[in-house]
């Protein structure tokens, strides 16, 4: 049995999406696979990662988040439609974000851990 990681550049589209798809399916050994955020899509983006910590440091600070929380529905909305998925993934990444911010936004170190651990088990869906 194989574990194989991807994140960052190798998933920061569809494109690269599907190349990791079809590494994974070369080798039948592989059977557990792990995702991480999206990287850059080019030069000058900005990695999901840093979109999540941004996202946090507005809820901590008390300041209006709502931006950028879009900007990082946006990101896996353009990976939806370019993998011509279903966009009803938008509303579970959603409701999944504003759960975490409702429910941990006094807790800076466990929102944030958990913070990127959906963004994780948000690309695994």
Known sequence: MKVAKFGG???SNATQIKKVL???????????????????RHKDDIKTTDLLIRLYEKV??????????????????D????LEMDMIFLTTIDETLEHIIKTLKNEPLVYMMLYYRAARILMLN
Do not use: M
């Open 60 to 77: 901590l600070n008390g300041l209006d988040y709502q931006d950028k929380k879009k900007e990082i529905i946006q990101r896996y909305a």
């Open 22 to 40: 079809n590494i994974v399916n070369e080798d039948d050994e592989r059977k557990i696979i792990i995702v991480s955020a999206p990287g850059k």
């Open 79 to 82: 990976i939806l439609e370019e």
């Open 9 to 11: 550049s190798s998933v």
